[in-house]
């Protein structure tokens, strides 16, 4: 009996975080790249296209937190900023998280592409290397 349920258990034949965690990786999504994403190649076009119009000097958003990301040095300093339970406030804000404002606000409630946020997330896990 005892193996017959075992059986019916599924397996976790997985090692990405995210499967493991129930986060879901966005369809369509190059997970092998995913692993390498640079800052220079990946982050930053997506940090140009979803955040600068209002994080570069001057900006709204620069003007009202603080926080200038037309740089690595000033994109690195909120991706490695520990709050809340995403241990990132770059990561907080793009997954609309409950410890930080939603961003980008100009298309809320949407947010950035999924694929995008899979990418921040595992570029910040490896600790936001520059390249």
């Not at 258990?9 to 997970?31: F, M, Q, R, W």
């Not at 640079?38 to 940090?47: E, H, Q, S, W």
């Not at 909120?78 to 804000?93: K, N, P, T, Y």
Request: charge should be positive; glycine fraction near 10%; aromatic fraction near 2%.
């Amino acid at each position: 009996m005892l193996l017959t349920l075992l059986g019916l258990l599924p397996g976790c034949a997985s090692d990405n975080i995210e499967d493991l965690t129930g986060k879901p990786i966005a369809v369509g999504c190059d997970t092998t790249a995913l692993a390498s994403a640079t800052y220079t190649a990946v982050i930053k076009p997506i940090i140009a296209t979803n955040c600068l119009r209002c994080h570069s000097p001057g900006g709204v958003g620069a003007v009202a937190s603080g926080n200038i990301l037309d740089s690595y040095d000033g994109l690195k300093s909120i991706a490695l900023r520990d709050v809340g339970s995403q241990r990132s406030l770059l990561v907080e804000v793009v997954t609309h998280g409950s410890n930080a404002s939603a961003m980008p606000k100009d298309i809320r409630p949407t947010k950035i592409p999924a694929c995008d946020i899979v990418q921040i997330r595992r570029w910040v896990k490896r600790g936001a290397p520059n390249d």
